[in-house]
């Protein structure tokens, strides 16, 4: 059975960067779910589809035509790398994700990832509801000021226009919806590590992150 280790956390946690970081080490393969719902959210306003079009929402989520290579996300063979990570993206992805039938056509797309030897895998519900089975979870935090500065910086070095003051307000707005949504709300699972990165170096989380899995798989 391949390993899972899952990572869950508010927006700006850095959950994404330790992922790849964590996986890189293991050797391991990496799930990004929230690109998922980001990726509907584009194909849905791409495709003219109202919001609130339920039946529509779902089609697009199970038949998307979406390919991850190399680090690049493809939609209908078109590159939309950095289309999904605007703010406005990632506000698309988490109202469409309060659609408990989006969550569920999204399903077998998260769980067709796990490949031998392992996979990372980071979002908001993968200890939780994707994968309970995980063997280790963490659940990454940081102090709100400390999230909207590191993606104030990952945005701007995108080359994206951003004003910090919307974008605080933007990502609170974000964890709020993300975190009341009735179905697979933000939570840490009751077996989760919990970490405060608020303080810590990157290099530092990802050492704490492997310590646990390690401790948690033996033989690893
Ligand atoms: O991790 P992210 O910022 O790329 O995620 C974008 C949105 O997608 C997030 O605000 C809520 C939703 N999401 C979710 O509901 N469940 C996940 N496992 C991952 C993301």
Known sequence: MPHIVTID???GSGKGTIASLVAEKLGWRT???????????LAAERAGIA??????????AKNMD???????????NIDVTDAIRTEQAGNAASKIATIPEVREA???WQQGYVREPGLVAEGRDMGTVIFPEARAKIFLTASAGKRAERRYK?????GLDVNMESLVEEIS?????????????????????LLDSSNMAVDEVVEKVLGYVKERIPGL
């Open 173 to 193: 707005m974000r964890d709020e919806r993300d975190a009341r949504r009735a179905v697979s709300p933000l939570k840490a699972a009751p077996d989760a590590l």
């Open 154 to 158: 990952q945005l701007k070095e995108k």
């Open 51 to 60: 919001p609130d079009d339920v039946p529509a929402l779902q089609k697009l």
């Open 31 to 41: 799930l990004d779910s929230g690109a998922l719902y980001r990726l509907v959210g």
């Open 9 to 11: 956390g508010p927006s």
């Open 106 to 108: 999204l399903l077998s």
């Open 66 to 76: 979406a390919v991850f290579r190399d680090g690049h996300v493809f939609l209908d």
